[in-house]
């Protein structure tokens, strides 16, 4: 996780299990409620893979005005990480994804 | 192999009861393959029914029809999906004769199925085109053309069970590996016809040698128009008339044959069944994913479906071209925006607070794999969308509520504004961006290039947000941008008039020359750009010579459905030059004026210089509220 961490330059990281309890983490965040949040929005935002035939939610992310979210979606697992706000989060966002298979 | 197919003569070495190899018991003929019998067998140890295609006796010697039937085995073993015929074996008998040992299938082909049905339902069409793109996609992936999709190839197994039917791809027996050092695996002839007339691609009427993947999509297409419409797509009393029509013919729309089906369907064949191969659907999941989104949305609305060419219509590019801002906009104090006053002026009818808003969502729309974009209202409703494949208004304003409820769990996070979200599904990519309360959502295939497309997205946001800006709010700038009220709503719209009155002398904008282009390269490819090109080295057109510039570029597309629909279009960017007064260049900033609703009614252009000589039809004094106008950027108060 530490070497994740500064690979990609984020404020936190940390894998979860489906149901948004953190197993294991680097970094300084709310890793818990970080967790939490993206167990619960992953939930639902699988239904849109459900209403566009679109099948299985692979990685996602989620930038605001202050910070980005990264998601990494595995079979029962996640890969989160929680970083500053950037223009350009694909990058981070495949990095994420590569570290988690 | 198929349970069913009429006997045949088989070989004196191969009979009822005998062994093959040690390993399978013949029971009784099935039927035959393009190139043999295929028997039921038993497999001795597995205790289990299989299929065995031998290669029928006069082609057991022919080194070109033994390298096919190896090959066929070997397309089959390799592309190892549960939508392609499952090869157990493959070897020679006794007597040399090569055979196949296959799985047993239980069920119908489609043929049989349409031969009982007539046709069939979009949704069990959609089944049969979704498994059939999986078994390709597969077969293309390893680089293997099958080159003789037709409906006796697509075999429907347990057909009758509650749970539906799971389509295999049979008969890979004139299959085409990708070449490999200059050298046809397949030993292919140049010029010799492969595959069913009926459902053969135009490359493959030819004879070309250079068949690929894309010609597997264009024959399932026809399948799938088969499926949807109960005949063919290309007919003919002859092989010859057939094999003209399918090169050089439209099908009749599936949805004059089948008028229930949604309009996205015929958008869909014409993709698909372009002769061009460079034109049609880039993959199997991109022609399965459109064919599901076209068949299982209905899109009854002009709104809820909007082609690349109603939209450019509907946005209505004026005379200062088609980056147009919101300068050609006339708002009136409350907000409100114009709408068309008459019938009679139609063409400027559906200027709207942002002509900007469609052209930059075609932009984006227009990047490979992007099935279409949105933008969506603080309501949830989208304001304009843009679809080539026909994904109707309401699959976005589907997406952004559960968007809106997924996230809102992020506030316990933090609790500042969203700036953009995306999710990659196995399938789709879905780009969400937000522009102040605004929503612009793009939905691609999982093939759309991520950076290609979140930088095209990031433009169009970035456009979006200056015409906002511009307008002085969102709310202001993207209102009724699809603007297609009907007229006797006119009426009832509160808010004023518009005029656009086009310079004659002004030269068009490279705006409008940039979507000309576009345009041209439908039907003309790199030759219409080029064309294009040529003819501005010596400036661009103006307004009043337009019309002339578009028909001379009209000449040069040869098919008169293409050059008309390029006509049109193109005429319609900008509006033709109406007489009126002229427009001193300094004042045209005020070449229209604002009417109030009571009057609903269109009066002559006027400027600041000649409004108090040449006044406007005295307003109502209850509508003396101070009229905003705004034009190339700026706002300006029109003093009644």
Known sequence: MDSLLKELKVQAVASSSDAGEALESAGSFDIETLCAVASVAAGQLRDIGDLLSAGRLERWYFVTEQQAYYVSERSGSRLVAAGDAVKNAEATSKALHRAGR | MPANGPPSDSAPSIFPGATISGRFRLVRLLGRGSMGSVWLARHLTLDVDVAVKFIDAALRDQKDHRSRFALEAQAAARINSPHVVNVLDFGAEASGRLYIAMEYLQGEDVGKLLERSGRLSPAITARIVSHACRGLGRAHALGISHRDVKPENLFLVGANDDEGFVLKILDFGVAKFAQKKGKDLAGTVVGQLVGSPAYMSPEQAHGSPDVDFRSDLFSLAVVAYHCLTGVVPFGGNSLAELLIGIVSKEPVPATRLTPGLPRAVDDWFQRALDKNPARRF???????????????????????????????????????????????????????????????????????????????????????????????????????????????????????????????????????????????????????????????????????????????????????????????????????????????????????????????????????????????????????????????????????????????????????????????????????????????????????????????????????????????????????????????????????
Do not use: C
């Not at chain 2, 080539?388 to 996070?413: C, K, N, Y």
């Open chain 2, 282 to 640: 880039a993959s199997a999941k991109d022609l399965a994913q459109a064919f599901h989104m076209a068949v299982g949305q209905h899109a009854s609305s002009a709104t809820d479906y909007t082609s690349s060419s109603s939209l450019a219509r509907a946005a209505r590019v004026t005379s200062g071209g088609g980056a147009a801002t919101v300068s050609d906009t006339v708002v009136n104090s409350s907000g409100a925006i114009a709408q068309k006053p008459s019938a009679q002026h139609a063409d400027v009818s559906n200027q709207t607070a942002a002509t900007g808003v469609p052209l930059a969502l075609a932009q984006v729309a227009e990047v490979a794999n992007v099935l279409g974009i949105a933008l969506v209202g603080p309501d949830g409703e989208p304001v304009a969308h843009h679809s080539l494949m026909g994904l109707p208004a309401s699959s976005f304003a589907d997406v952004i509520q559960r968007v809106r409820e997924s996230l809102d769990t992020f506030e316990s996070l933090e609790s500042t504004r969203g700036q953009a979200l995306a999710l990659y599904f196995e399938h789709a990519t879905v780009l969400i961006r937000w522009v102040e309360s605004y929503t612009v959502i793009v939905i691609g295939t999982e093939q759309v290039h991520p950076t290609v497309l979140s930088v095209s997205l990031n433009a169009a946001a970035s456009k979006l947000q200056t015409l906002a800006k511009q307008a002085g709010g969102a709310a202001i700038a993207f209102r009724s941008t699809i603007s297609s009220l009907p007229d006797h709503e006119v009426s009832e719209v509160s808010g004023t008039a518009l005029i656009v009155r086009p310079s004659p002398s002004e030269p068009v904008s490279d705006a409008t020359i940039a979507r000309l282009s576009q345009l041209l390269a439908k039907p003309l490819g790199a030759v219409g750009r080029l064309a294009i090109q040529q003819r501005l080295k010596n400036g661009k057109p103006t307004v009043q010579a337009y019309p002339d510039f578009v028909k001379r570029l009209s000449a040069l597309i040869e098919d008169s459905a293409e050059r008309e629909a390029f006509s049109g279009d193109a005429l319609r960017l900008v509006p033709p030059v109406e007489p009126g007064p002229p427009i001193p260049p300094p004042a045209r900033a005020a070449a229209f004026v604002s009417v109030p609703p009571a009057t609903q009614k269109l009066v002559p252009p006027v400027t600041p210089q000649n409004a108090p000589t040449a006044p406007a039809p005295a307003p109502e004094p209850a509508a003396k509220a101070k009229q905003l106008v705004m034009y190339r950027g700026r706002k300006i108060e029109v003093d009644e």
